[in-house]
């Protein structure tokens, strides 16, 4: 397993778990959800081109 794929794997996992699904979490709104999310296309931009 590389370094990227491994990298996507721990993101994608951090995204499911900064969904607003719980009660002390619902006034966060989508931002924690929405920054991984970015990163997280960041990342696999990276690693489909190559660079990581």
Known sequence: M???TLL????IVMLIGSTPRWSYSKNWGH???GGLGLVL??????VLSGRL
Not at 8 to 11: A, M, T
Not at 41 to 46: K, N
């Open 2 to 4: 590389s370094i990227g």
């Open 41 to 46: 296309i960041i990342v696999l931009l990276l």
């Open 8 to 11: 996507l794997v721990i993101l």
């Open 31 to 33: 931002g924690p959800s």
